[in-house]
């Protein structure tokens, strides 16, 4: 099933698009599907067993207090 898609590109980037497109005798629709055909499949994620080292660490810093912005501070300190 074809379905239409808007695009916003440069026009300079067209323009090279439909030369492309006319030396390869395909239209930039074409260039552009021929394209997306080669990314790769998304990855489902896969679950893998924790080990027990992870396992041991599970539910250490409950109830602590730390949270997301204790942790970006303490990366900022290290590393800034």
Known sequence: M???L???IEEEVIER??????QSGKSVSQLVSDYLEMLPQ????QSRP???VVQSLRG????SGLDEKDY???LEE???
């Open 17 to 22: 698009a439909k030369a492309y497109a006319r």
């Open 6 to 8: 808007t695009l916003r």
């Open 42 to 45: 998304p990855r489902q994620r």
């Open 78 to 80: 290290k590393y800034l």
């Open 60 to 63: 250490v810093l409950a109830g």
């Open 2 to 4: 074809h379905t239409k």
């Open 72 to 74: 970006r501070r303490y």
């Open 50 to 52: 924790t080990t027990p």
